[in-house]
């Protein structure tokens, strides 16, 4: 990742916090915004072209924000891409605002792996209780791996917790080799 996306990430991050602005409304503007961009290789094509005059850009961004509706901060950082021409890097900018919010609002991303699809009851169930064992507010994700045979794998950041039925006869196996 470039470093100047982190300083992007940060600048909009602070702009967000300073004016008090409602993070889950501008968090589905920005992904109304980047599902346009992800959608559309010719909008991607024009943005990026550097033979097309940023004012230009500009004014389709305009044209997409009616539509759109991004409050005016965001609007503007899209602006600031565009006239800098770092807009084909919006989406790492995206994904780098979002980590620092999650930090600021003590957001921890989980990744859970189970061996089975889950009930909306059991995955709000594990992900109080992962919640609980993180001292922190859990932003999950879910993945199935039929290979863990049963139980549940969690990974917050570098920690990983292995209470998968594949993992207890690792642990068993090597109980057993080293006695």
Same mark, same amino acid.
């Given at each position: 990742? #470039?470093?100047?996306?982190? /300083?992007? %990430?940060?600048?909009?991050?602070?702009?967000?916090? %300073?004016?008090?602005?409602?993070?889950?409304?501008?968090?589905? $503007?920005? !992904?109304?915004?980047? %599902?346009?961009?992800?959608?559309?290789?010719?909008? /991607?094509?024009?943005?990026?072209? #550097?033979?097309?005059?940023?004012?230009?850009?500009?004014?389709?961004?305009?044209?997409?924000?009616?539509? *759109?509706?991004?409050?005016?901060?965001?609007?503007? *950082?899209?602006?600031?891409?565009?006239?800098?021409? @770092? +807009?084909?890097?919006?989406?790492?900018?995206?994904?780098?605002?979002?980590?620092?919010?999650?930090? $600021?609002?003590?957001?921890?991303?989980?990744? &859970? !792996?189970?061996? @089975?699809?889950?009930?909306?009851?059991?995955?709000?169930?594990?992900? %109080?209780?992962?919640?609980?064992?993180?001292?922190? =507010? +859990?932003?999950?994700?879910?993945?199935?791996? #039929?290979?863990? *045979?049963?139980?549940?794998?969690? =990974? &917050?950041?570098?920690?990983?917790?292995?209470?998968?039925? /594949?993992? =207890?006869?690792?642990?068993?196996?090597?109980? *057993?080799?080293?006695?």
């Amino acid at each position: 990742m #470039p470093a100047f996306v982190a /300083r992007y %990430a940060t600048a909009f991050a602070e702009v967000v916090t %300073a004016a008090h602005l409602d993070t889950n409304a501008l968090d589905h $503007q920005l !992904t109304d915004f980047l %599902a346009t961009w992800d959608g559309s290789r010719e909008l /991607r094509e024009f943005f990026v072209n #550097p033979a097309v005059p940023n004012a230009q850009k500009v004014v389709v961004l305009d044209k997409m924000n009616a539509k *759109l509706g991004m409050q005016k901060e965001l609007r503007n *950082l899209i602006a600031v891409l565009i006239n800098n021409d @770092r +807009i084909g890097h919006v989406s790492e900018v995206a994904a780098a605002y979002r980590k620092i919010l999650q930090e $600021q609002l003590g957001i921890k991303p989980a990744e &859970i !792996t189970t061996a @089975r699809a889950l009930s909306k009851e059991e995955r709000d169930k594990l992900v %109080a209780e992962v919640g609980r064992l993180a001292g922190a =507010r +859990i932003d999950a994700s879910f993945k199935l791996d #039929p290979a863990i *045979l049963g139980g549940t794998v969690v =990974r &917050i950041g570098s920690t990983v917790y292995d209470g998968s039925v /594949r993992g =207890r006869l690792e642990r068993l196996k090597e109980t *057993l080799i080293s006695s």
